[in-house]
């Protein structure tokens, strides 16, 4: 365990743009250490597609154990559209990861950044700021390499524990909580299809329990295709939203979409003990080497590190060197810095160049 304000992290970069918004989100940390007490060692290790072509491996074991021992682990981005297993499936140690350390809460912000465009009228105006919350190692990814296939058909079943969802819901409305301490408006709204399904109607009993324990957050009920569909008309009204992992791998997709792409989304996969930060991305090997990947989720998954960090520790000091992170970044794209994924002319080193100067 780290003491005081020296913290040790596992740097995966992983795949295709993987290593190239790595290296801008260290450059930003190292940038920290020298305006702050924080002091950072970083160790970098081998995962993803490459690593499968040269051992036969997603990740060695010794990768594994380095992030056991870390403090948190900062992944880039893993898997290649053309390597895969033999069943067909792509080469994933992210999700891997998650099994592995019970990261059982997928959190993925989504908030509009000043400057950054949004498909939705009035976003300019309204703004945007919500957090999807995925479970992330039940539902009907529970069944990843565990599905049966004959000539006829293929089946994948989905699961939702008890254990798994009062962890998921007493998280969720803690981090409900906290963001209403923080000016925001605190509600958590539970996204299931329990018209349908008898798990979804388990799932949203075990969240109205839940909910008892924290009389003081707004709560609501959502059905995916209702929510979906709310999402593209008046994002400002979300606040917190939970649900079941293969909901929220879609739900996250779009609330990145609204904000200007995921190349601006930041997330992270979040146990008792472990936390993994990524941005919400693939590894888009079409624009590998090329200098035009978007380092901006990377750096504020970055920032989200320190916010956990700072509550696992109790160290105010780390969720400030986070908040000044997400100042740099809404500072330069407010000054009208423009990535290339949205038409602009700023690559990777332009928009690392800038939150640099900007902080």
């Given at each position: ?25 260290l ?9 702050s ?5 970083f160790?970098e ?25 870390a403090d ?6 893993c ?30 912000p ?74 925001k ?5 539970c ?25 003081d ?39 990145a979409?609204l ?17 993994v ?7 888009a090997?079409d ?12 750096i ?6 320190l ?20 100042r740099?970044?809404?500072?330069v ?14 690559g ?12």
């Open positions: 365990m780290s003491a005081n304000n020296a913290f040790h992290i596992a740097v995966l970069a992983g795949d295709g743009i993987g290593p190239e918004v790595m290296a801008p989100a450059e930003v940390l190292r940038k920290i250490e020298t305006r007490g924080l002091r950072f060692r160790t290790a081998a995962a993803g597609a490459n690593n499968y072509l040269a051992t036969g491996k997603s990740m060695p074991d010794s990768t594994i154990k380095l992030c056991e021992e948190a682990i900062l992944l880039g981005a898997g290649l559209p053309s390597v895969r297993y033999p069943d067909n499936t792509e080469i994933a140690p992210q999700i891997e990861l998650r099994f592995i350390f019970d990261l059982y809460a997928g959190v993925r989504a908030r509009l950044i000043p400057g950054v465009p949004s498909p939705i009228v009035g976003a300019d105006r309204r703004g945007i700021d919500l957090v999807v919350i995925r479970e992330s190692t039940e539902g009907l990814f529970a069944s990843m390499g565990k599905g049966i296939v004959t000539h006829e058909d293929a089946r994948e079943t989905l699961v939702i524990t008890r254990k798994t969802s009062e962890r998921l819901f007493e998280f969720s409305f803690r981090l409900a909580e906290r963001r209403k301490a923080r000016g408006p605190g509600s958590l709204a996204v299931d299809k329990a018209n349908v399904f008898k798990a979804f109607a388990f799932f949203r009993r075990i969240f109205d329990e839940a909910a008892q324990r924290h009389p957050v707004k709560t609501d009920h959502l059905y995916v295709d209702a929510c979906s569909a709310m999402l593209v008309k008046r994002p400002w009204d979300f606040d917190v939203m939970v649900m079941e992992n293969m909901f929220g791998d879609i739900v996250s997709d779009i609330t979409s904000i200007g792409g995921l190349g601006m989304a930041p997330s992270a996969d979040i146990g008792d003990k472990y936390a930060f990524q941005p919400c991305h693939g590894t090997p624009i590998m080497g090329q200098g035009r990947a978007n380092p901006t989720g990377m504020l998954s970055a920032a989200m590190m916010d956990w960090l700072a509550d696992k520790h109790g160290l105010e000091g780390v969720a400030e060197a986070g908040e000044q992170i997400e740099a970044v809404d500072q794209y407010a000054g009208g810095l423009k990535p290339m994924e949205f038409g602009g002319s700023n990777t080193a332009d928009i690392t160049r800038a939150v640099l100067g900007a902080l």
